[in-house]
Each structure stands twice: as structure tokens, then as C-alpha cells.
């Protein structure tokens, strides 16, 4: 391979100027190199989040794996629900390699639904790498629920969630509830998922949910206390893009298995559609990489290779799961088709969600 | 238990934790000595250190990074009146009229006396404490945290000043200001006007530069002093460690109330400092100067806030959630670093908890100790003639302000509030009060609404909101009687006590800028009325109470600035003050934000690092008189400084219209 463009560049020189210009993009092609140049990976959250600490584990092994060894910085450019840092890529990304984006359910969720400070296209970017992520709901004892089975006991009692927000993530668990036909009194205002978990401590809410990593890390402690007992996931999408059961918690049984023991038929119509759409954007293609409108495909395949390298790298096999849970990263076929159902929805579901905020919960989209 | 206490001990004695503490130490030093930065700054410059280490030496560097940060910070607060971070907003009040009467060395020892020892005491207090820790935790409901809030509020009737409803004015003005932006209990958007940049609300960074930072800077810049009146250093480290031997209950008080305010996740560090502050005034019976250079008044938040830092470490490894911007960070490297908190760091782990609580305790003790050697040289600072220090000042406090959230705009709301700030110095309106505000107005309206939506309006006789309730209550009756004035150094006026008011008319004629600035506090209440008519119950319901409340005390101060005698208490214009008249070639109020206003424009055009040096450029000659090579020599250092900060930070500069049209490359982008 090298010994060819050696020989392209050697011919390039013998020829006309004219023509050199042309074919000189032809070994710059071939030989993607970032040698002694800075990526920016900008992440549209603070210092210390999760997408910050998601970043931060990944660009070492990036800063290995690329051709050249460039330096990888993680540049937070935090504001606006993660909007204003998107916006900013948009702007300002040039299509040379050097500058990527992280996103996550976050700022995937105002570009579903509209969020007027969105001035981002995901179908613009070229997606590189998708790291999904689960999440597991649970109840308290008090309910009078043991187990899954006994989830029609929640029918009709008054259940009580700390959501960050109608528009947040949060936004998952409000259609599944809506959905299971249960009676959830949201109470807003909450600045992380951690926050909600101490209030549901407290026994000040009985319903919740946590990312897998944060449950087991913060919950399975209360379920073999006693004091907490799980419901189901939002399961994972399988390679034809079927919801299935989330590979961490096996025993558990989706959103979906739960509809179907209380209705007798799997769910579907607008309101699961929306479920799903949200779902996908929210936990199986939660964080995204991108690289700018307009990059040339070496240079996609370039970070694609780079980051087959290190799925393939032991420090990396050794450590991801330490720090970012059981759920592997992907790239290629299995990330565009995660990154299509992630980013994509009918203007009918967009619209039902929207009116559904607005009419429940007072949510203004539009400013 | 004995030999977990023992493994740990182990543990951090050894050499290695001993040394990379010591790395972290110097570090966060660095980092704090900046104001504006803070942890997340210092996160960014220990990252590339970070990988390929142990677990316990990455720990034993995170944690000297963030013990020795409310440390260091204290220089910019005692040196330059700037917040080092908002951990020492308070000590800005006493520590900077301290400094301005030669007195920076006292103050500095005596704060980082206090700083070792809040730091020492919070370690003791958590050795217990961490095993009782998470059910007193858990008893902290919305309930008892919304009470907690009204707790610092009422601190507002400590730092309210001479003049009380010019006081609860100010706080109205903070608690409007603090509820722009979303909505707590429904997420609709309040007073936006359509400003990208107030969704999100204004940062506290650029409130508490913007009241404290600017203001100062634009006096200094009206007279041609340095910041140390009578050119003198004063006694020395010793006779601040002195001052702290005399107050040494105090500041073990102070460390108490840190190490426990601390631990209580959800109400912020950010009150630690003003709750011990309120504290030292109330509690202090002899002859009180607080605002005016009372070496109490830095003892106490200092005390507190290095005590806190132990404090916020508890909800951080028990529950995963900082309890402070520094424990964000911590946590944030803890996940990196493989650790996951949880239950398991008071079971299981308890060793690992206990290593890392005193090893913030000894990363206190290496932190003081370098700060007091570096307190004298340092604190020559306030010897060097202003107008060459203010284009630094001017540089550094913008460049903090831009760490917000790094846009253009970050400045412009500095410009603004440091016009907020500078009127409410110049006719004695309590800035401490607007911030207090400022920092309650979400916590206060996010925790009333979920207790109410938990409880009901029950919620407000249970046993610990009850408490609460009681502590406040005696708080405030402490309180009225010990208020402390935050116009420093000033004389008191020289007015007849006895002289008749004058008519309204002639009170309009001479108190015109007073009244001009009091009803411009009337239009932001106005505003914020008509702005809450617009919104949903639940998003209404607060702004609409606390605007309305606030407009009945700005129309008193209307009122009382039209039919008050001059020796009334709400009558004040320092422009009128004896110290200005006295004073020859004072400049126009004007003349000092003018140079930062400058510097702001220039950036909106050319972006921040072009317009930086085209401020020097301009400033030195013109104000600082200096000739062609200072100027250049000048320039080029802080351009090289601003370059090597930026460039260890990975910052990138405010953009302007320049960046927009063409490519540059950095640092002009």
C-alpha cells in the first residue's frame, strides 16, 4: 500500500501542473493522517457529567489509535440543554478530521421535538461510533408490588416521580407510564437522576428509574436490603432492530413483555410509536460521535478504523466496563442503524408529543 | 474499625501518596490563585496526569487539587476584592478593606491559619460523622431543604447595612434575577426577552465578579493609588496568626458549621461562607467593624469553606452526588479512575473513605503551609500603583467571567452587573444582600414547590423544617440587633442629625441619582411582574410573590429618599461622601468602566486575545503614562501569561465579528 502511493506521488511530480492539482488528492486520499495536529472533541456538557467522563475515557485511546497520534482534547462547551454547543459545531466544524462532536439523549431530544433554539442537522453529520446505554425502573415494597408480577397492584395507586424536566430524558419513562396505563404524579425540578434517587431514599417518590451503571451501582444495594424492587428495562434494540431484553439484566422483561401481560397484546399505535422513537434516542443510541457536514469518506473511514482498533485494544476491554457499563460501543452497520432510529421521527408522533407536553404539562416549546 | 482507621493511616503516609498530594497541592494552588477558576479549571490540568496512574496516587492528586482550591483563592479575594471562587465571596468584605489599609499580610496568614484548621477540624468532624452520615442525609427532605434555604435568606437582615429596606430591596433584586430562565417546577423560560444566553440564567460567576470585581476595580481606577493607602505591609504572618489564636472558638464554630452545611447535598457550597460571615457578625460583642476591615470577618468564611469541601465529600461518595462544583469534579474523576461511590464507601470501602478524608485534611496542612510562605512576597501586590495593575485586573476578571460558559455574552452580563454593582456601592444599596438572593431564588422556589407537591402545605410542621424554623427565627433576632455595613471604609457622612427634611422637591433635586437608581429597581420588579402575567401557575406563582413584596420595599425607598432627612440611614451618595471631596484628581465614575467596556467592545470586534492587546496598547499610554518600552514590555507579558494560561487550560478566547469572517488561526480564534 505504501510502496503505491509512493510511486502516484512520484508520478504526480512528472506531470503538468494543471493535472497535479487534480491528482494530488489522490495520495492525500489513501494516507489519512492527523500527525502533530489537535483534535477538538467538543461536548456540549460540563466538566464531570457523563458525557464528559464518556468522552474523557475514549479520546487516550483515540489519541492512540489514529493515524498520526494526534492529541485528542475534550473541549465542553456547555449551555442551553446542550444546544448551544451543538450549535456551535455546526457553525464552526471545518470537514478536515479535526473537529468531532459527542452528543447525547439530550441534545437529542430538543432536535425531536422541535426546540427552537435548535439550529443543528443530525442528517448533515456523518455518524463515527454509538455508545448505548439501558436503564432499569423500580418501585418500593410500599406499593404492595413484589415483583413484576404483581404490577397491576400499581394500577391505580398514586405513584410519585422526581423528573428533571418534561423535555429531559425524563421524557422515557413519562411515555412508558402513560403507556402501562399507570397513575404518576410528576414532580419537577430535580438535577439528575442521583438527586431523584435520594428523594426516592427519602420515600418522598415511589417510582424511578436509573442508567444501568447507577443502578447497579446505587440500587441493587436497596433491592437486596429490602427496599427497592425492580420492574423492567427499556431493553435494547437486537441486530434487526427489535426491542429485546437488555443482555445486563436478563432477568428482567421489557416495557414492551409488561404492556403485553396487562393488555394481552404487544403494544403499538402513535403512543408506542412515540415511546420508541424517544426510547431509541434516549438509552440504544444515547451517546453519538459525529464528524461535520461535507467530510470526505477517508476521512470517515479513518475514525471508524480508529475506533475498530480500540474496541479491539485489552487496556480498553479491560477498562470500559469499569467505567462505562456493560454496554459495548459500536461503530459501521450497527451504529448508522442505531444513529437512523435515534434521529429520525414522523411529524405525527413529533406533534402528538409536543401537544401532549403542552396540554399536560404546560411545556412551550417555542419561545 | 481500629485497623481500618489503621490501613488507611498506612496509607497515606507513605512517601508516593505523599508526593503526588504534594503535585495536587501545587496544582490547585495555581489554579486558585486565578480568581474565576476553580475546580473544573483544575480538572482540565490534572487530566493529562491522570492516565496511566494508580488509583491511589490519581486519588492523592484529585484530592490535593481540590482540598487546597478554597485556600488559595482567598489572594485574589484580600489582594484585588475579586472573589477567588464563590467559595470566598465573603471574605471579600473584610479581607479587601484589610488589604487597602496595608494590612494583606495580617489578613492572608490569618485566613490561611483559619483555612488549615477548618480544614483539619472538617476531617475530625467526618471521621465520626461518616458512619451516621447517610440516615441524616436521607432526613434531609425538600422540606428541610427549602426551610434551610429561608435559613440564608434571613441572612440578608445581617448584611443589609445601614439602611434595612434598601436591604431586602437588594435581595428582592437578587431573587428576580436568580429566577430568569427556566422554571423549576414546569421548565417554561421567565424574562428571557428571546436572549439565548439568559435560558440557562446568569451564572453566579459573573454575579459575584460583576458586584464585587468590578465596582472596586472602577474606584481604584478614579484615584491614583495602589491598592494599599498608606504603602505599608503590615506585621506580618505573625500577627495574623495572632488574630486567629484570639478567635480561635470562632473559627472552630465556623469549621463546624462548614463541615455539616457542607455535607447536606442540594443547597450549595455557596452559602457555607455568607451563613459563617452572618454567624461572626451576630456573634461577635466587642467592638465590631465587619465591612470595614474586622479580622473576624475573614476568619469565619474561611474557617467554613475549607471545612466544607470535607462536608460536600459525604453525598459525593455515598450517594454519588457532589455536594459542590469541586466534588463534581471529584466525582467525575472517581468514575475515570474506576470508583464507583455508592453504600459500599461506608461498608466495603470505608477504608478508601477514610484515606480520602484525611488525606484532604494533610492536602490542607501542605496547602496552608505554602500559602503563608507565599503570603508576604505575594501581598507586595497591593504596593504596585493601580492604573498598572488595572489592565491585568481588567484582563483576569474578563477572562474568569468568559469560563462561564465561553461566549461573548458572559461579558456583556459582567458589564451590566458591574453597572448593577457600581451604582449599589456609590449609593450604598448592600451587595452581599442581591447575592444572597441571587444564590436562594432557585434553590428557595425548586424545594417550596416539590415540598408542597410531596406533602402538602403540611410539610410545614414537620419536626425538622420546625427546627429550622427556630434556628432562623433566633438567627434574625441576633441578627437585627448586629448589622454589618458593607460601604467599606467609608466615613460616616457629616450631616446635622438635626437638620429638618428637606421639601420633596429639593430632596428630588439633590437625591436624583439615589432616586434614579432606586426606580430603576422599581422597573426590574415591574418587569418581572409582567413578565410572570404571562406565564403558567406554577411558573408565576414565585417571581409574581417575591417582585411584588420587593416593589413595596422599592417604593419605600422611593418614598423615604423623597421625605427623609439628610441624616436618615437610607439617604447615601458616596460622591457626596467627605473621602471624595477630600481626595484631589478623583475621575469620573465613569472613567473605570469605560476601560472595561472598552475592552469588552474591542472584543466583540476582533475577538478577545486581539482586543487584549490592543487594550494594553491603548490603556498604558493614555491612563498609566507609561513610555513606548514599558508599554511593550508590559503588553508582551501579559499576552505571554494569558497564552501559557490558555494554552495549559485548552481555552479558546471569546470570539468577535473578525473570527467570523475569516479563519485565524490560534490563539486570534
Redesign the interface.
Given at each position: 500500500m505504501r510502496t503505491l502511493t509512493k510511486i502516484t506521488r512520484r508520478g504526480v511530480f512528472a506531470l503538468t501542473a494543471a493535472v497535479a492539482g487534480i491528482a494530488l488528492t489522490a495520495p492525500a486520499k489513501a494516507e489519512v493522517s492527523f500527525a502533530g495536529q489537535t483534535v477538538e472533541w467538543i461536548i456540549p456538557f460540563?466538566?464531570?457529567?457523563g458525557s464528559?467522563?464518556w468522552a474523557?475515557?475514549n479520546a487516550?485511546f483515540l489519541q492512540k489509535h489514529l493515524p498520526g497520534n494526534p492529541d485528542v482534547?475534550?473541549?465542553n462547551?456547555?449551555?442551553?440543554g446542550s444546544t448551544?454547543g451543538t450549535n456551535l459545531f455546526t457553525q464552526r466544524a471545518?470537514p478536515d478530521g479535526l473537529t468531532i462532536l459527542g452528543t447525547s439523549g439530550s441534545t437529542q431530544f430538543p432536535y425531536l421535538l422541535g426546540d427552537p433554539?435548535v439550529r443543528y442537522e443530525y442528517q448533515d453529520w456523518e455518524v463515527v461510533m454509538v455508545a448505548p446505554t439501558g436503564g432499569v425502573v423500580y418501585t418500593t415494597p410500599a406499593t404492595g408490588v413484589d415483583s413484576i408480577d404483581d404490577i397491576a397492584e400499581l394500577q391505580g395507586q398514586r405513584l410519585?416521580y422526581a423528573s428533571q424536566?418534561?423535555?429531559s430524558l425524563d421524557l422515557v419513562p413519562m411515555l412508558a407510564f402513560d403507556l402501562l396505563g399507570l397513575d404518576v404524579?410528576y414532580?419537577?425540578?430535580f438535577r439528575?437522576r442521583?438527586?431523584g434517587?435520594?428523594?426516592f431514599?427519602?420515600g418522598?417518590?415511589n417510582i424511578d428509574y436509573q442508567t444501568s451503571?447507577?443502578y447497579l451501582?446505587?440500587v441493587t444495594?436497596l433491592v437486596e436490603a429490602g427496599d427497592a424492587v425492580p420492574l423492567f428495562t427499556w431493553g435494547i434494540l437486537d441486530e434487526d432492530g427489535n426491542p429485546a431484553r437488555d443482555p445486563t439484566f436478563p432477568d428482567l422483561p421489557i416495557m414492551e413483555e409488561v404492556y403485553e401481560m396487562m393488555h394481552g397484546e404487544p403494544p403499538s399505535g402513535p403512543d408506542y410509536e412515540a415511546y420508541q422513537a424517544f426510547n431509541t434516542a434516549g438509552f440504544a443510541a444515547q451517546k453519538m460521535v459525529f464528524l461535520p457536514e461535507g467530510t470526505s469518506p477517508e476521512i470517515v473511514e479513518a475514525w471508524r478504523q480508529a475506533f475498530r482498533d480500540i474496541f479491539e485494544d485489552p487496556e480498553y476491554q479491560a477498562?470500559v466496563e469499569?467505567?462505562l457499563g456493560a454496554y459495548g460501543q459500536v461503530t459501521d452497520g450497527p451504529a448508522e442503524a442505531l444513529f437512523r432510529r435515534g434521529t429520525q421521527i414522523s411529524s405525527e408522533v413529533r406533534d402528538r408529543v409536543v401537544n401532549m407536553l403542552e396540554t399536560e404539562?404546560?411545556?412551550?416549546l417555542g419561545? | 474499625m481500629v485497623d481500618v482507621f489503621l490501613s488507611a493511616l498506612a496509607e497515606i503516609t507513605t512517601l508516593k501518596h505523599m508526593s503526588f498530594l504534594l503535585v495536587g497541592v501545587m496544582l490547585g494552588l495555581m489554579v486558585g490563585v486565578f480568581p474565576g477558576l476553580g475546580g473544573i479549571a483544575g480538572l482540565s490540568l490534572l487530566m493529562p496526569f491522570l492516565y496511566g496512574l494508580d488509583t491511589t496516587s490519581a486519588l492523592a492528586l484529585l484530592i490535593g487539587l481540590v482540598a487546597v482550591i478554597p485556600t488559595s483563592d482567598t489572594f485574589a479575594s484580600v489582594l484585588m476584592g475579586i472573589p477567588g471562587s464563590s467559595a470566598s465571596q465573603a471574605t471579600v468584605l473584610d479581607g479587601f478593606p484589610l488589604a487597602k489599609q496595608g494590612e494583606a499580610a495580617r489578613a492572608l496568614s490569618a485566613a490561611f491559619f483559619s483555612s488549615l484548621v477548618g480544614g483539619i477540624i472538617g476531617a475530625i468532624i467526618l471521621t465520626g460523622f461518616v458512619l451516621i452520615a447517610r440516615p441524616l442525609i436521607l432526613a434531609f427532605g425538600s422540606a428541610e431543604l427549602f426551610m434551610l434555604s429561608i435559613f440564608g435568606l434571613s441572612m440578608v437582615g445581617v448584611l443589609a447595612g445601614r439602611s434595612l429596606v434598601k436591604g431586602l430591596c437588594a435581595c428582592g433584586i437578587g431573587l428576580v434575577i436568580g429566577s430568569i430562565g427556566g422554571a423549576p417546577a414546569t421548565g417554561e423560560f421567565r424574562m428571557v426577552m428571546g436572549i439565548d444566553y439568559l435560558y440557562d440564567g446568569i451564572p453566579l460567576v459573573i454575579v459575584g465578579l460583576g458586584l464585587f470585581a468590578v465596582p472596586e476595580i472602577v474606584d481604584l481606577l478614579r484615584r491614583n493609588r495602589p491598592i494599599a493607602a498608606d504603602m505599608r505591609l503590615g506585621s506580618g504572618w505573625f500577627a495574623g496568626v495572632r488574630d486567629w489564636w484570639r478567635n480561635w472558638f470562632l473559627s472552630v464554630r465556623c469549621s463546624g458549621l462548614g463541615a455539616v452545611i457542607g455535607a447536606i447535598p442540594g443547597l450549595g457550597g455557596t452559602v457555607v461562607d455568607w451563613i459563617a460571615y452572618g454567624h461572626a457578625v451576630q456573634s461577635t460583642k466587642d467592638n465590631p467593624r465587619f465591612g470595614q476591615g474586622d479580622i473576624r470577618g475573614v476568619i469565619a468564611p474561611e474557617s467554613a469553606n475549607n471545612a466544607k469541601e470535607g462536608g460536600g465529600l459525604l453525598p459525593t461518595l455515598m450517594f454519588g452526588i457532589p455536594g459542590s462544583g469541586a466534588m463534581a469534579i471529584f466525582l467525575g474523576g472517581m468514575v475515570l479512575l474506576g470508583i464507583q461511590p455508592g453504600p459500599s464507601m461506608v461498608g466495603a470501602n470505608l477504608d478508601i473513605t477514610y484515606t480520602i478524608i484525611w488525606s484532604l485534611a494533610l492536602a490542607n496542612v501542605l496547602g496552608a503551609a505554602l500559602c503563608i510562605a507565599l503570603a508576604i512576597p505575594i501581598s507586595r501586590l497591593t504596593l504596585i500603583p493601580f492604573q498598572l495593575l488595572a489592565p491585568f485586573m481588567i484582563t483576569v476578571i474578563c477572562l474568569a467571567a468568559f469560563q462561564a460558559t465561553r461566549i461573548l455574552d458572559d461579558l456583556v452580563a459582567l458589564l451590566v452587573i458591574g453597572l448593577i454593582g457600581i451604582y449599589m456601592r456609590r449609593f450604598g444599596w448592600p451587595r452581599p444582600a442581591l447575592l444572597i438572593g441571587f444564590v436562594m431564588a432557585p434553590q428557595a422556589e425548586t424545594y417550596l414547590y416539590q415540598a408542597v407537591q410531596f406533602y402538602g402545605w403540611g410539610f410545614a410542621t414537620r419536626p425538622g423544617v420546625l427546627i429550622i424554623l427556630a434556628i432562623t427565627l433566633i438567627s434574625l433576632w441576633i441578627g437585627m440587633k448586629a448589622r454589618v455595613d458593607d460601604s467599606a471604609g467609608v466615613a460616616m457622612k457629616q450631616t446635622d442629625p438635626d437638620a429638618p427634611a428637606p421639601s420633596p422637591v429639593a430632596a428630588l433635586r439633590r437625591r436624583w441619582p439615589q432616586f434614579a437608581f432606586a426606580a430603576f429597581a422599581m422597573g426590574l420588579f415591574a418587569f418581572a411582574i409582567s413578565d410572570a402575567m404571562r406565564q403558567s401557575f406554577l411558573g408565576q406563582v414565585f417571581p409574581l410573590t417575591i417582585a411584588s413584596i420587593a416593589a413595596v420595599f422599592g417604593a419605600t425607598v422611593l418614598v423615604m429618599l423623597l421625605f427623609s432627612r439628610d441624616a436618615a440611614p437610607v439617604v447615601y451618595d458616596q460622591e457626596e461622601a467627605p473621602e471624595n471631596a477630600a481626595e484631589k484628581g478623583v475621575r469620573s465614575l465613569w472613567s473605570g468602566a469605560f476601560w472595561i467596556a472598552l475592552l469588552v467592545a474591542l472584543t466583540a470586534l476582533v475577538g478577545f486575545f486581539l482586543a487584549m492587546l490592543a487594550f494594553f496598547l491603548i490603556y498604558l499610554p493614555v491612563r498609566a503614562r507609561t513610555g513606548p518600552v514599558k508599554t511593550l514590555v508590559l503588553t508582551a507579558g501579559a499576552a505571554a501569561f494569558v497564552l501559557a494560561l490558555a494554552n495549559a487550560l485548552n481555552l479558546n478566547f471569546p470570539y468577535g465579528q473578525l473570527q467570523d469572517i475569516v479563519r485565524l488561526p490560534w490563539p486570534l480564534r
Open positions: 460540563s466538566t464531570g457529567g464528559d467522563t474523557r475515557f487516550p482534547v475534550v473541549v462547551e456547555p449551555g442551553g448551544r471545518q433554539r410519585v424536566g418534561a423535555t404524579q414532580v419537577f425540578g439528575g442521583g438527586d434517587r435520594l428523594t431514599e427519602r418522598e417518590t451503571s447507577a451501582r446505587n444495594p477498562s469499569d467505567v404539562y404546560n411545556v412551550r419561545e | -
